[in-house]
């Protein structure tokens, strides 16, 4: 672990451990409490995994009243809590503390209904992202945020991190595709935001809690929106010698008014692991490749299939395949979806980033990274949401070498430090978790900081929940609350008033 | 009685820190376009937004704008139309129906009241679309969140935690919006004579199938003619927009015939008459009478709401007509608001939100116009708002569950027990 500070275990909760497993055996009868060493193991880490650590004990509720029980106790007892899903975080949201229970919300995973005149599910969390659209295929739906991990990755911890996927552009996001939750809040309080309605009156406690990367409650039931599948689906492979052109002709099918369903961008070093890799017909002299799908009817596809040829044309392109079948349209996606391994092929470990950018400094930022990579001596590739300017940047580097795990996470601040230079933010959907924590400053000031710290006050004000993510530096509930008020009785005479 | 009324985001930190330091509370309005909604707000000073103008940056091919909370919603919506595109979110003007002039109301409204429309079943609200906010906090605090880009998680997302939230937690002063581009073109199918119940049945096969219904809407008989000057008089009017892609929209209109050829006679209302039904709809037109009679905006799951209208008639009279597939029901009453009564009604029949949107000052006053929270999801909000806003200078009243205070008993009203015992 480079450097990174973590809050101060308790020592009593750690002296107490015999006693608080002992409690949650009897909160979580059976099989649900783990406490050896050996069967924490599978615990410590999550899909950030450069960073592991063994927490107190591990606890594997099945019902709201246990997982209630299990936050009212902690908070009354002072004990921290770490919530889990299926662990597939990549920014460590999900990193064990040495005096934390771990609360995994694995064993919740049944859906509870399927609403098809109101085209909503019902799904406890740990229900994967996949699982939803498994249930309800048979008779043509699905859900439509679909995160690359989304075989594994469980919808309770797609709300934690508000996940995206390849769709979002059309089909937004998590926040977009959720319309209520049941939660448990650290005092053992259970909550309902919204439900099968769309409109909730009240302050959007939702939207506030998607994304909020467990610090704020625990989730305990999701209520999703599915959609019809679109009739069909193709999609056209652009290859351009640069990646100026490709980010003008992604300008351009925008500013045609068309939203495509995905847009995906890879450049040179990505497109070249990736054709070695799978052997997708990717054409290796190109800078930049495009994959542009478009959905709906038959007749729009085609329709729009001819408009972004013509874009892709009067932008350059050097080379432009159409899908003429479903299987050929798997086949372009197949270098884009395995890119994170055919890099991991080429390099013995790499570092996958999450800024996000404002479309139009693609080239900027691009070309930023290569002088990076030249200062760090440490190579880079990217894949690249196109249409939302979400950017994968996969650093390659070698832990056996002493040093270079350090390098290639100062190489990857960087990256984010100029994705916040030129107007984007840290992270587009992968969380700040612990991985980012410490660059929150270099977006928000203080004042930004404090606030979002006191929402955190008002669900859960001793910090007991997921403590050491998201914040780089944590301020008692009773010192943010205080109030500065200056002076009393100024007149301000320079407000214009009436 | 001052009203501030502030050019530039410092003068608006400045008026705050002034109510704050003067323990003086402060109604915050653009327009006024909703005054009339929510409680009276109980603050002898006014911060007026309507001058905080200005939209600092709009790029469509990025589909981003940024403005001044107080910029004109109207001036916005022409500049994006004068570039093909949109608030695909379709924010309504609640001006007819509360007796305001047409087109008023400023962005900043827009996100505060969460506004949406029609397009709300596929697009989502304000709240879908909000990307960053600049605000000055209760405590005087000018702060930030969110970005100018659509894929964010980073921090909380207070952008979103302003929707529906009145100007009670914070004052904003700048909003960053996703744009969209506009359809090309769009065409209605409505299916004539239905009853209600076999409209909502419609309205699920069509929202199921894969035509992309962008807005599903209900006019019963005696409210087909409130909207497109009459042009649907007659028979009620069952309506479900396809938007799009000319081809496509033609291939989807199709599909949908084909789907409900069996449902009723059948209309295809072309693309200006469909435009000017769907934001007669969307601005509520139906009920925009000039009168003070209450209206309920109430949201539930969309296939079964009119049964819980079914039910409410066999009590007293009641208008009603049905958006979003039936999920969004507007509902006009003769006097009485008869809160109790809609509010049992809508959890009987799955649950939801009821919020009345319009009611004379006496009955706003009195009665709880927000849908009362569950114990410790109102204590939460509470401990939210105070966070925000700890000495309740902002708004104050206007969300707030109702108190039994000597104006209510002075105004003749009585509350009854299970009124005041969902607000506690």
């Known amino acids: 672990m480079s450097g990174l500070a973590m809050p101060k275990p308790d020592a009593d909760t750690i002296r107490r451990r015999a006693e608080i497993v002992a409690d949650m055996r009897i909160i979580v009868p059976g099989e649900g409490v783990v406490d050896t060493v050996n069967e924490m193991r599978v615990f410590e880490s999550d899909g950030l995994t450069a960073y592991r650590q063994l927490p107190l004990v591990v606890v594997l509720p099945e019902t709201v009243a246990q997982v209630s029980r299990i936050l009212k106790y902690c908070n009354e007892r002072n004990v921290r809590v770490v919530p889990r899903g299926s662990g597939t975080s990549l ?45 309800v295929e048979g008779e043509g739906f699905y859900y439509a945020p679909d995160p690359s991990s989304q075989i594994a990755c469980s919808i309770g911890g797609n709300v934690a991190e508000n996940s995206g996927g390849v769709h979002c552009l059309k089909y937004g996001l998590t926040a977009n595709n959720v319309l209520g939750i049941e939660m448990v809040l650290m005092n053992g309080d259970v909550v309902r935001l919204g439900g099968k309605h769309l409109d909730s009156e009240g302050y959007d406690l939702l ?77 290796l002299e190109c800078e930049a490749l495009l994959i542009v799908e478009l959905d709906g009817p038959g007749v729009e596809v085609d329709h729009l299939i001819g408009r972004v040829e013509a874009i892709g044309n009067r932008n350059g392109a050097t080379t432009c395949r159409i899908s003429q079948s479903e299987q050929e349209r798997l086949t372009f996606w197949a270098g884009r979806k395995a890119a994170f391994p055919a890099v991991g092929r080429i390099s013995p470990d790499y570092y996958c980033m999450d800024g996000t950018i404002p479309r139009k400094e693609l080239p900027k930022v691009l070309h930023g990274m290569r002088e990076l990579s030249e200062k760090y001596g440490l190579g880079v590739a990217n894949v690249f949401h196109a249409g939302d300017g979400n950017l994968h940047p996969l650093i390659l580097y070698d832990a056996n070498i002493p040093g270079e795990l350090d390098k290639a996470e100062q190489f990857g601040a960087d990256i984010l430090r100029l994705c916040v230079r030129v107007g984007g933010v840290l992270t587009g959907e992968h969380g700040v978790g612990v991985e980012k924590r410490d660059l929150m400053p270099e977006m928000f000031n203080q004042i930004d900081l404090d606030q979002q710290m006191r929402v955190k006050c008002a669900f859960d004000p001793n910090h007991l929940l ?18 500065h008020i200056h002076g009393g009785k100024l007149p301000f005479p320079d407000i214009p008033r009436f | 009685m001052t ?48 001058g905080l103008t200005g939209v600092t940056l709009y790029e469509p091919e990025e589909l981003v704008l940024s403005a001044k909370a107080g910029t004109p919603l109207a001036e916005i919506e022409a500049m994006l139309a004068a570039r093909g595109q949109q608030f695909a979110f379709e924010p309504m003007d609640y001006g007819p129906l509360l007796g305001q002039p047409a087109g008023r ?45 659509v894929k964010n998680v980073t921090g909380y997302d207070l952008s979103k935690g302003m929707a529906g939230s009145w100007g009670t937690l914070a004052v904003l002063t700048d909003v960053t919006f996703k744009v969209l581009p506009a359809a090309e073109t769009e065409t209605t199918l409505a299916i004539r004579g239905l009853y209600d119940e076999d409209a909502a049945a419609a309205m699920a096969l069509a929202m199921g199938c894969s035509a992309e219904v962008s807005s599903a809407a209900h006019l019963p008989e005696n409210l087909s003619s409130t909207v497109a000057d009459g042009a649907l008089a007659g028979e009620s009017a069952t309506l479900l927009r396809i938007e799009g892609f000319g081809p496509s929209v033609a291939y989807r209109i199709e599909h949908l015939k084909q789907l409900l050829r069996n449902a009723g006679r059948l209309d295809e209302i072309a693309e200006n008459m469909s435009r000017a039904i769907w934001r007669d709809i969307r601005d509520c037109m139906p009920f925009a009478d000039g009168t003070e009679r209450p209206v309920w905006r109430i949201s539930m799951a969309p296939a079964d709401t009119h049964r819980m209208v079914l039910a409410l008639r066999m009590e007293m009279a009641a208008d009603a007509f049905y958006d979003w597939q039936g999920g969004l029901v507007w509902l006009r009453l003769e006097t009485d608001p008869e809160a109790d ?17 319009r009611a004379n000052q006496a009955w706003r ?10 114990g410790p999801l109102a204590a939460l909000s509470a401990r939210l708002k105070n966070e925000f806003d700890p000495k309740g200078i902002l708004n104050p009243g206007r969300m707030a569950p109702v108190e039994r205070s000597a104006s209510v008993l002075t ?14």
């Open chain 2, 341 to 357: 009564l809609v509010r049992q009604l809508v959890r009987k029949f799955g649950g939801g939100h009821a919020t009345l949107v």
């Open chain 1, 466 to 483: 997921n403590p050491g993510k998201v914040f780089p530096q944590l301020r008692r509930c009773a010192e943010l609350g205080r109030m």
């Open chain 2, 3 to 50: 009203t501030f009324t502030p050019t530039a985001s410092e003068e608006v930190q400045s008026a705050v820190q002034w109510a704050l330091a003067e323990d003086a509370p402060l109604e915050i309005v653009g327009h006024g376009s909703k005054r009339a909604i929510g409680h009276p707000v109980q603050a002898a000073h006014t911060l007026d937004l309507s």
């Open chain 1, 207 to 283: 939207g506030v809690m998607t994304g909020s990367e467990g610090l704020l409650g625990v989730v305990t039931e999701v209520t999703v929106r599915i959609l019809k599948k679109p009739e069909t689906a193709r999609a056209l492979l652009i290859g351009f010698p640069s990646s100026e052109q490709a980010g003008q002709c992604v300008a351009d099918i925008i500013g045609a008014g068309i939203i495509p369903g995905g847009m995906e961008m890879m450049d040179g070093p990505a497109i070249r692991a990736a054709e070695d890799f799978v052997h997708a017909g990717y054409p």
């Open chain 1, 91 to 135: 920014s460590g949201g999900a990193l064990p503390l040495e005096d934390a229970v771990l609360l995994v919300m694995s064993r919740f995973n049944r859906i509870l209904e399927i609403d098809y005149p109101n085209r909503t599910v019902v799904a406890q969390p740990g229900v994967t992202n996949l699982g939803i659209t498994n249930a």
């Open chain 2, 365 to 374: 006053a009195a009665l709880p116009v927000f849908q009362p929270q569950p």
């Open chain 2, 411 to 424: 105004s003749g009203l009585t509350l009854s027990a299970s009124e005041s015992e969902g607000i506690s």
């Open chain 2, 105 to 149: 109301g400023t962005i900043g409204g827009v996100l505060a009241a969460n506004l949406s429309g029609p397009r709300r079943l596929k697009a989502g609200a304000a709240r879908d679309h909000i990307l960053g906010i600049s605000a000055v906090s209760g405590r005087g605090e000018a702060f930030k969140s969110g970005g100018r880009v």
